[in-house]
């Protein structure tokens, strides 16, 4: 399996980034982030958002699944999102792409595109500790999948 993680803006060194670079050390899938980093602001949110779009797009490969965090997403238990990855590699699905937008969330191109729209419940997040527990979550994702005791229910 292949895990791309996708976000607009840069982490700076930190908690945040040690931590999701501790989760994606224990994975055994390979594991990359990218980031998309829009220099020249867009005067208003749609255009930056339309921007930011092609951009992310641009990044899933052919036949991968694309799971987008969004706060209007699903609410899956760690369980059912593991489900729903072994799901994809039985039907030989082997790369996912996990995408965090901006500070104003995704345009609607790219939310059309989603095969999953996952919400981390109804509370607002800072993006970059987003990444954190989406790395967290695709390690707990494999050790359920795995039969490793880090998941208990």
């Known amino acids: 399996m292949n895990i791309i993680i996708v976000a607009v803006g840069r982490m700076q060194r930190g ?3 040690d931590l999701l670079d501790a989760y994606i050390k224990r994975l055994p899938w390979k594991t990359t982030v990218k980031e998309i980093d829009i220099k020249k602001q867009s005067a208003n949110t749609d255009e930056r958002k339309a921007r ?3 951009s992310l797009l641009a990044t899933i490969p052919d036949g991968a ?4 965090l969004d706060e209007r997403g ?3 238990s760690s369980r059912q999102l593991a489900s729903k990855i072994d799901d994809w590699q039985m039907t030989g699905i082997n790369t996912i792409v ?3 937008g901006g500070a104003d969330g995704l345009d609607k191109a790219v939310l ?16 970059m500790m987003v990444r954190a527990m989406i790395g967290e979550q695709i390690y707990r994702a494999w050790s359920i999948l795995a039969g490793h005791p880090y998941h208990r229910d």
Do not use: C, N, S, Y
Not at 65 to 68: D, F, H, I, R, S
Not at 112 to 127: I, N
């Open 15 to 17: 908690p945040e980034q």
């Open 52 to 54: 930011e779009a092609a």
């Open 65 to 68: 699944a694309l799971v987008v």
């Open 74 to 76: 699903k609410a899956l």
């Open 98 to 100: 996990f995408m965090i």
């Open 112 to 127: 059309e595109r989603a095969d999953l729209k996952l919400a981390f419940g109804a509370l607002t997040w800072p993006h």
